[in-house]
């Protein structure tokens, strides 16, 4: 399925867990949180999306930010998990994962009633 195939609501009720996920990978910047996560086939993630995500975030203290001068260009802001970030996305992504096997279960018989009516 394409990206442009998954509903909004979908994309943003999973938008937390997959920063979290994309930041474990080492610290990122927003433009660069977006095109991760449309290569993992979520779409267009709007700045204006994300960057209340990451304010919320950085509120509670899961991510923390740093300036870094650009390469001839402006600085970028970017963003790092805390330790306590770190255990939020692996505490998340278990609630997550455990989520989706439910809802899958639930999509599964559908299919099954589909197929059996």
């Given at each position: ?30 433009y ?8 993992a ?39 790092s ?37």
């Amino acid at each position: 399925m394409s990206s442009e195939q998954w509903p909004r609501e979908w994309v943003r009720a999973a938008l937390e867990v997959c920063v979290l996920r994309a930041l474990l990978d080492g610290p990122s910047y927003g433009y660069a949180i977006t095109r991760h996560l449309a290569a993992a086939s979520l779409g267009d993630v709007k700045g204006g999306t994300l960057y209340p995500l990451l304010g919320r975030l950085e509120q509670a203290g899961h991510v923390e930010v740093e300036w870094r001068p650009g390469d001839g260009g402006p600085g970028r802001k970017y963003f790092s998990l805390t330790d306590q970030g770190r255990t939020h996305a692996r505490s998340l992504a278990d609630r997550w994962a455990a989520f989706t096997a439910t809802t899958r279960e639930l999509t599964d018989g559908a299919l099954a009633y589909e197929e059996s009516n």
